[in-house]
């Protein structure tokens, strides 16, 4: 609708719409991209369904979208299911876990991991010029040494992010078939080495945190398991004094009730020991 001086339209967009209002001078014209620069009003609707958006200004130029080349598309693919890094660190007592990246990213995640010496980490440095620097250097690093898994760090996030975005590397890690994790310190950005690593963290040190807290925690479960062992033990030569007792005593003492009675407090270890077991 169009006034003396103003002129009253709808700005369309995706699944929304805008009523605005501009001097008949710097009207759009119709189906035109704009750049629109004014005054936002939010006011309930009429039945108090939403909210409407009225803005009053004008045009201050034509917008144009910025079409950026589509990378092409790579069908990357897990072979296997993830290992989190709790799995890794309990079922491993013979390989040492590789970290790659840059040396502020291995300080970062040393310092997470704080009095735990006894993980068996190898550092190396790589150089993150370029997507084929990574992968040569990861692939030298694994040639030399068996490991079990690879952590990935960075002590912050640069234009060398483009790098853990890139197929090619994420193809590379996915091809080693070892379990790899990923943390790249003050980024709000998620890459595919994120969305194909087994398990990724925000930081290197959040990283070293949960190393020190899966290496606790199994030793605990080890520790666990001793005890209940070394009470498993002691029931069974409880059990066997028991029995032996019967025998001894049967001069004195009905040897079949004594042998019974044996029976019966050996049931009772064993379903303890199960018990504990679990």
């Known amino acids: 609708m169009y ?10 967009g995706s699944g929304m719409k805008i009523k605005a209002s501009t001097p008949i001078e710097h009207r759009p014209d119709n189906n035109e991209k704009i750049i629109f620069f004014g005054t936002v009003t939010l006011q309930t609707t009429p039945i108090h369904t939403g909210l409407e958006v009225f803005i009053e200004g004008m ?5 144009e979208a910025q079409y950026t080349k589509a990378k092409p598309l790579v069908n990357l693919v897990r072979e296997r299911g993830r290992y989190s ?5 309990e079922n491993n007592d013979t390989y040492p876990i590789a970290v790659v990246g840059s040396k502020k990213g291995g300080n970062d995640l040393k310092d997470g991991i704080y009095s735990t010496n006894n993980l068996d980490l190898i550092f ?7 997507s084929k620097e990574v992968i040569r250097d990861i692939k030298n690093i694994l040639y030399k040494i068996e490991y079990c898994g690879l952590c990935i760090v960075r002590g912050g996030a640069d234009e ?3 790098i853990w975005d890139d197929s090619t590397v994420v193809e590379f890690l996915l091809e080693t078939n070892i379990p790899f994790y990923y943390a790249l310190g003050h980024s709000d950005s998620i890459t595919l080495t994120d969305q194909f690593s087994d398990e990724s ?5 959040v990283l070293g945190h ?9 030793l605990e479960k080890l520790k666990q398991i001793h005890n209940n062992k070394v009470l498993e033990e002691k029931l069974l030569i409880l059990s066997d004094e028991i029995k032996s007792a019967a025998y001894e005593k049967k001069n004195t003492v009905n ?3 004594l042998l019974f009675i044996g029976m019966i407090v050996s049931s009772i270890c064993t379903a303890m020991i199960i018990f504990i077991l679990r």
């Open 124 to 130: 190396s440095e790589i150089s993150v010029g370029s």
């Open 59 to 63: 045009k201050v130029g034509r917008w």
């Open 3 to 12: 006034g003396e001086k103003i002129v009253y339209f709808e700005i369309n």
């Open 85 to 89: 890094l709790v799995t890794l660190i």
């Open 210 to 218: 949960s190393l020190h807290s899966a290496y606790l925690s199994k």
């Open 201 to 205: 963290f925000p930081t290197p040190s």
């Open 255 to 257: 040897p079949y009730l």
């Open 160 to 162: 060398t992010m483009k």
